[in-house]
């Protein structure tokens, strides 16, 4: 199917997610995920109107970057590796992953301007998931207040792949409870407005639970 299709059966759906818990459209901001499609697809996702792309590996991210260059706001969603950084810094806007003190160190050594990172919070506890344990998020945004490059604007989190929706719903909850103990602290150099969460099996879940990103791949630009 086209982008433009897909991307008519999802709005229809945040829509209903935002009618369902009293949200407005305008607070969602929608991500397309295009790590695993072409350029020439990744460019039909812009023409659709999408302005949002996300890349989980800094070679997809340069390659498309060569092509279609600022046009979109890109999001490195994967794992960063901190000797990649160098590469991709000054074409991101927000990156979804950051976990340790030693990637925060080398952002803020490469990076020009402060940039958008959101904290990836393994809520679930599994093991096969990346991200920090809940238990020590807020020690480790404490921490980041030295680091004038990196601006905490949320949090992000992967759900367990499950069609059990209270197991969904639990998850995102806990990710939303965490940015509201964030947000209560003030702290100057982590606003954490953004909770990324919500991908093409459990985005409208994530949306009643207060998602302000969805990671939109499969669903929208295909396979």
């Known amino acids: 199917m086209k982008v433009l299709d897909n991307l008519k059966n999802i709005e229809e759906k945040i829509h209903i997610a935002c009618e369902n818990s009293g949200r407005s459209r305008e607070a969602i901001k929608l991500i397309a995920v295009t790590k695993y499609v072409s350029v020439e697809r990744a460019k039909e996702a812009l023409e659709a109107g999408i302005s949002d792309l996300g ?74 998931k990346h991200g920090m344990d809940t238990k020590a998020v807020m020690g480790f945004i404490k921490e980041l207040a030295g680091f004038d490059k990196v601006k905490v604007a949320g949090l992000m989190t992967m759900a367990p792949l499950t069609d059990d929706v209270q197991v969904l719903r639990q998850c995102f909850r806990s990710l939303r409870n965490l940015q509201v103990e964030i947000q209560n602290a003030a702290f100057a150099h982590a606003p954490c407005t953004e909770l990324s969460m919500g991908m093409s099996n459990d985005f409208m879940v994530a949306i009643e639970e207060g998602a302000t990103m969805i990671r939109i791949g499969t669903a929208l630009v295909g396979e």
């Open 55 to 128: 890349e989980n590996r800094d070679e997809g991210l340069l390659n498309k970057y060569a092509v279609l260059k600022d046009k979109p706001n890109w999001h490195y969603i994967g794992s960063l590796q901190t000797r990649k950084v160098k590469n991709v810094i000054d074409k991101i806007n927000y990156i979804h992953s950051l976990d340790r003190i030693s990637l925060a160190e080398e952002i803020q050594k490469r990076a020009k301007e402060p940039i958008n990172c959101l904290v990836q919070v393994n809520v679930s506890g599994e093991e096969s």
